[in-house]
């Protein structure tokens, strides 16, 4: 009985030292952990908002050179959805969307 009470304690004081030596590694680490994580993050989400503003780049510089060129189908089509023009003689209707 003496030999399996030497054991109990035993485990439980390898257990103290792991717990104990897992418990400083996360104090001392631990704020450096989570600052790595949220670094991590914030790159993925930096990342793919570059990655979505690159794509409007691209998009904004097509219709510069558009403009650029004059080209009236384009300037027509902005004249009509941007500015609600309409060319003599035509009647624009507009309806209400819910």
């Known amino acids: 009985m003496s030999d399996l009470i030497h054991k109990i304690k035993l485990k439980k004081e390898i257990l103290f030292v792991i717990l104990g030596g897992t418990a400083l590694v996360c104090w001392f680490l631990g704020s ?7 670094n991590k993050l914030e790159f993925k989400r930096l990342t793919r908002l570059s990655a979505q503003l690159d794509q409007e780049h691209e998009q ?26 309409s060319a003599p003689g035509e009647k624009e209707f507009r309806f209400q969307t819910k």
């Open 32 to 38: 450096s952990f989570i600052s790595l994580v949220h």
């Open 60 to 85: 904004l510089v097509q219709k510069l050179e558009l403009l650029k060129k004059q080209d009236p189908v384009y300037l027509e089509r902005v004249a009509r959805v941007q500015y609600h023009m």
